[in-house]
């Protein structure tokens, strides 16, 4: 029985001997940890921060051509936009001077020169009352006689002094 007493001493010697070599190196694998832990903690903040600059980086590229892209957009759609209410304008202008001319309403340009007309015909009125008789020899011009020789056959009224005043760009 010594013999077996002697193994099992042996055996449990060893196995002592095994679990303080282990627990050793658990010890020293924490020391190490410890001294090297600080530096790959540095180490590990260095690579999340070049890799933080690089991720910015990127999403900045990505900002600035989405940017460039949805102003591309913004302009494409604007000029389009610009080109169909011109479009649009233009059809409501017709519209209104058939309308207009259905309703036996002259053109705008034909009522400036009517306008024209009557102040000239108003100059030339108040200076034969001045006295100073018609600024030009020959008296009203022959398309003022007519238009008021058709004024007064078609029992119109006299012409007022207001008249609506075309707007530049107005075709007639």
């Known amino acids: 029985m010594a013999t077996q007493d002697d193994s099992f001493d ?6 002592k001997d095994s679990a303080q070599q282990i ?3 658990g010890l020293g694998a924490f020391a190490k940890m410890q001294q090297e832990g600080s530096k790959a903690f540095e180490a590990l903040v260095k690579d999340g921060t070049g890799m933080q600059k690089r991720t910015q980086q990127a999403a900045e590229e ?5 940017q460039a892209r949805m102003a591309g957009f913004a302009s494409e759609f604007g000029s389009k936009a610009a ?5 649009l304008e233009s059809i409501f202008e017709d519209r209104v ?3 207009l001319d259905k309703l036996g309403m002259p053109p705008a340009a ?3 020169a009517l306008q024209a007309r009557v102040e000239a015909l108003e100059a030339e009125l108040a200076a034969l009352r001045r006295g100073g ?5 020959a008296g009203p011009s022959r398309a003022a006689r007519q238009g008021a020789a058709r004024g007064k056959a078609a029992g119109a009224a ?9 707007k530049p760009g107005d075709a007639g």
Not at 133 to 137: D, I, L, N
Request: charged residues 30%.
């Open 133 to 137: 008789g018609p600024k030009t020899a």
């Open 62 to 66: 990505t900002l600035s051509q989405a």
């Open 158 to 166: 006299p012409a007022r002094k207001t008249v609506r005043r075309s």
């Open 10 to 15: 042996k055996t449990a010697d060893r196995i």
């Open 83 to 87: 080109g169909q209410w011109g479009k």
């Open 97 to 99: 001077a058939r309308a």
């Open 110 to 112: 034909e009522v400036a």
């Open 23 to 25: 627990w050793l190196a």
